[in-house]
């Protein structure tokens, strides 16, 4: 069981840039380009990169190359791997490739995942079950993302019982490394950040995991929030890119660089270095053709010294 607590010192982050922060762009990135930003990121002290997504090139053509990527990127000490899977084909491609870790995403409403993966709630979930014993052996982590977990952009309001009942579902049908609880279209507030992540910490020991976007700019409250409840482990991504090509209206992650510094003037330790985070949010929203979307990028850090 998870303990809250008022303040928590140490946080991992993981950047997720190179899958949710590229796979709702219009310019497609080069194999290459997405290596190097998967070595850069690495060079900014990230310690676990969501690297690659194994979806249907025709669902989502930018993230068509993931063998490709996985192929290429820098074996580093101490840095872990993330592929992301949508169903079980996924999770068996994502197992025959170099990836560290196996991310599943399981939408809370059958709306969302009818939209996104073509199935219902339980039907993923069987899904997962059934390439349960494909790890055996692997040496992967497996992850389970609940998407849509603060509100879905086809039902509307999800109720934080639904989230509960289907957390304690998953937890009792497969052995999770971690459990990720998403605000995948931006509309959580705080409240109901703390009161979720403690109810679903309540249910086991799997340590528990918070991936907010930043579309309503309620990300780094909800951050807090969720550090109250005891979540130590955050998503983020470099000049706050990132989006759903199947969440209308989904808007970027929290940027990497304002979540650093924001925590580490709350004197938290992230192993992130700010400076080299901002510069890789210039270095690739320049490949994209667009404009940094981060706080810090604009406005600088304060004090400049740090």
Known sequence: MSTPTDTIDNIDIIDVTPRDGLQNEGVVVSTEDKVELITRLADTGARRIEAVSFVHPRRVPTM???????????VREGVSYIGLALNAHGILRALETSVDEVNFVLPVT???????????????????ETALPDFEGSGKKLSVTLAVAFGCPYQGDVPIADVVRIAGTLLDAAPLDELAIADTIGCGVPGQA???????GELSDVPLRAHFHDTRRT????VTAARTAGVTRFDSSV??????PFAPGAAGNVATEDLVWALERDDCTTGIDLEAAVDTGRWITGILEKSPGSGIAAAGAFPASR
């Open 64 to 74: 068509a190359d993931a063998e490709a990527v996985m192929e290429r990127v820098p």
């Open 110 to 128: 059958d709306a969302f995942a009818e939209e996104n993966q073509g199935g219902s709630t339980g039907s993923l979930l069987a899904e997962l």
């Open 194 to 200: 703390q009161d979720l992540f403690e109810q679903v």
């Open 219 to 222: 990300a780094i409250a909800n």
């Open 239 to 244: 000049a706050g890119l990132g989006g759903c």
